[in-house]
C-alpha cells in the first residue's frame, strides 16, 4: 500500500507527543513493507514576534492555498492508496482534506487532543478542567483568552472552529477518525462526529516479549526515586504534584521535561528544600532510561489528555504507574486498573498514593506485571498496526464497492 503521512510538527524547541507519534507509525508502517510519503510542516517557520508572519498564519487558518497548491501537487504525483492526518493545525488546515477529496483519496485523521471543542486543546482553564466551549460556541474561548492568552488570536481559531463545526469541513472530508480512548469516542461523538466512523486506536511504545526483573526498581530498594515526565504546564498538574512532595521528603522525585512555569517551580523546590531534580529536555533514549530506573511514575494531569505516552512507555519498563483518576487516563489504566489512581488537583491523595505504593512491595510487583501485561496486548507495535492496516484496508474496500 502507498500511505500518504501528513503532520504540522509543533516547534523543535518543544516536541509534543503527536509529533513522536507520527514518527513512530511512520518507521512501523514501512518495516511492515508499506510505501510511505510525507507532507509535512513545521511551526518553526512562523516567527511568533513577527506580526505579520502571524497574520498570514491567522488567515490561513480556515483555508491555506499553499496547502491546496503543495499538497495537491503530490497527490497528482504520487496517487497514494490512502492520506493520513495526524495534525493540521494551524498551517497545514483543513485545506489538506479538500486537496484529497479533490484528488479521490481517501482520509484517516487521529485526532491527538480536543481542539474540536477546545481552542487550547485541552478543556483546561483556571487550575480546573473548562467545559463551558461547544464544537459550535466558542464564545468563552474568546472572553478568557483560551489560546496563548490573546484576545485576537482566540477569536482566530474560535472563529475557525465554529466555521468548521457549522459547514462539518472536518466530518465532510474525513472518512474514518481514529481516537485514542473510548472516553474520547464519547466526546467526539457528542460533537457531532458520526460513530461509524470513529475507531479506538491507543498510542503504542516499543515493547519486550517479557517482563526483565530489575529487583534495584522495587520501592523498597536502596535509593529509590519517582519520576514524572512531562511539559511543566499548569495542566500537566505540576503545582498539585510539588504540594504533595512536601510531605514526601524521604523519597527523591526527578522531573524531565520543560515549559513555562520550570522558573516558578525551581522557586519552590529551592525554598522549601524539597528532594527535587530537574533534569530539563532529554533525549528519548535517556528519558526511557530514567523511566526504567524509577520506583514509579507519577502523571499529575488535571487537563483531558489524549493517551499520556508516558503511561505505556513506564509500563513498557516495568515501572508502576500513579495517575489522575480523569478523562482517557481511566480508559488508559484500565477498568482493573494497572496503577493506582489518586483525585485530580489533591496533593493530600497524592501523597497517599505514593505511601501506599512505597508501603506495599507486592503490589509493586503485581502493577508492573499488570502494566507490561496490558502495554504487550494494548500499546504494542504489533497491536498499532494490526487497527492502521485494517483501516487503510476498509476505506480501500469501500472505495472499490462504490
Known amino acids: 500500500m502507498k500511505i500518504l503521512l501528513v503532520h504540522n510538527f509543533y516547534r523543535s524547541g518543544a516536541p509534543g507527543g503527536e509529533d513522536v507519534v507520527f514518527a513512530q507509525e511512520k518507521s512501523l508502517l514501512e518495516a511492515a513493507g508499506h510505501e510511505v510519503i510525507t507532507y509535512t510542516r513545521s511551526n518553526d517557520e512562523m516567527n511568533e514576534r513577527n506580526p505579520l508572519d502571524v497574520l498570514r498564519t491567522i488567515a ?50 487521529t485526532l491527538h487532543n480536543f481542539r474540536m471543542t477546545c481552542a487550547a486543546g485541552t478543556h ?27 484576545a485576537a488570536a482566540s477569536f482566530a481559531v474560535a472563529r475557525m472552529l465554529r466555521a468548521q463545526a457549522i459547514d ?54 536502596a535509593r529509590p526515586f519517582a519520576i514524572f515526565v512531562g511539559r511543566l ?36 523546590v529551592h525554598e522549601a528544600n524539597l528532594p527535587v531534580e530537574f533534569l530539563g529536555l532529554c533525549s528519548r533514549a535517556d528519558t526511557l532510561a530514567q ?8 502523571v499529575p494531569s488535571e487537563c483531558f489528555e489524549g493517551t499520556p505516552l508516558v503511561i505505556p512507555e513506564a509500563w513498557s519498563r516495568g515501572t508502576p504507574v500513579i495517575a489522575a483518576h480523569l478523562g482517557s487516563m481511566i480508559d488508559t489504566l484500565g477498568p482493573e486498573p494497572c496503577g493506582i489512581f489518586f483525585t485530580p488537583g489533591d496533593a493530600a491523595d497524592l501523597m497517599r498514593a505514593v505511601r501506599q505504593l512505597q508501603a506495599d512491595p507486592l503490589l509493586g510487583a503485581a502493577l508492573r506485571t499488570k502494566g507490561f501485561d496490558r502495554c504487550r496486548r494494548v500499546h504494542s ?7 492502521l492496516e485494517s483501516t487503510y484496508q476498509s476505506l480501500l474496500a469501500s472505495r472499490v464497492a462504490a
Open 291 to 298: 523511566v526504567a530506573q524509577a520506583a514509579m511514575q507519577i
Open 60 to 109: 490561513g487558518l480556515r483555508r491555506s492555498r499553499r496547502t491546496v497548491r503543495e499538497l495537491g501537487a503530490l497527490l497528482q504525483r504520487e496517487r497514494p492508496d490512502v492520506a493520513h492526518f495526524h495534525n493540521t493545525f494551524p498551517l497545514i488546515s483543513a485545506s489538506g482534506y479538500e486537496a484529497c477529496v479533490e484528488a479521490g483519496v481517501p482520509v484517516v485523521q
Open 233 to 268: 504546564s499548569s495542566e500537566k498538574g505540576v503545582r498539585t504534584l510539588l504540594r504533595a512532595w512536601q510531605g514526601l521528603r524521604d523519597l527523591p522525585l526527578k522531573i524531565v521535561g520543560d515549559g513555562p512555569l520550570r522558573g516558578e517551580l525551581q522557586a519552590i
Open 168 to 221: 462539518r469541513s472536518l466530518v465532510r472530508g474525513v472518512d474514518r477518525f481514529l481516537v485514542l480512548s473510548p472516553f474520547a469516542a464519547k466526546r467526539f461523538v457528542a460533537a457531532g462526529i458520526p460513530p461509524e466512523k470513529i475507531t479506538v486506536k491507543p498510542n503504542c511504545v516499543e515493547v519486550g516479549e517479557q517482563l526483565v526483573e530489575r529487583p534495584h526498581r522495587d520501592v523498597t530498594a
Open 124 to 150: 483546561y482553564r483556571a487550575g480546573r478542567v473548562c467545559e463551558s466551549c461547544t464544537a459550535q460556541d466558542h464564545r468563552a474561548a474568546i472572553e478568557h483568552r483560551c489560546y496563548r492568552n490573546s
Open 381 to 387: 507495535p504489533a497491536a498499532t498496526l494490526a487497527v
